[in-house]
C-alpha cells in the first residue's frame, strides 16, 4: 500500500504487527532503510470483506446449482473424449483413426 520512512528512528507503519516485526528486526545504531509495507492476503481479503458474513440457505443453495450446472457440463463435454481414448488404448488395433474418428467408430459400433 504505502512506502513508510518518515524519521530517523525507525520506519512508521500503519499495521501493528508489521512495526512490532520491523522493532525486533531493526539493528541498534543503524539506520533504517526505506521499508515497503505489502499487505498480507488475509489482511486484504479482510478489508474488501464486509464486517459480518451473513449468508441464507438460498446463498448456499444458488452455489450448489451453479456447482451442479458447471459439472455437468464439464462432465458430459469430457467423458466422451475419455471413452474414445481408452477404447484407443485398449483396442489400437480396431480404433485407430484418432480421436476425431474414433468418436465415429465408437457411435458405430455402440450407438450415439
Do not use: W
Request: proline share 7%; hydrophobic share 40%; net charge positive.
Amino acid at each position: 500500500h504505502e512506502v513508510f520512512c518518515s524519521q530517523d528512528t525507525m520506519p512508521m507503519f500503519s499495521n501493528p504487527v508489521l512495526s512490532q516485526a520491523m522493532r525486533q528486526l531493526a539493528v541498534p545504531g543503524e539506520k533504517p532503510k526505506r521499508t515497503l509495507a505489502i499487505p498480507s492476503v488475509l489482511e486484504t481479503v479482510k478489508a474488501a470483506s464486509p464486517a459480518r458474513l451473513d449468508y441464507d440457505l438460498a446463498h448456499y443453495l444458488k452455489g450448489a446449482l451453479a456447482g451442479g450446472i458447471c459439472c455437468g457440463i464439464t462432465h458430459g463435454a469430457v467423458c466422451p473424449i475419455d471413452v474414445v481414448k481408452t477404447r484407443i488404448q485398449l483396442s489400437p488395433e480396431i480404433y485407430n483413426k484418432g480421436l476425431i474418428g474414433g468418436f465415429g467408430q465408437v457411435i458405430k459400433a455402440e450407438g450415439g
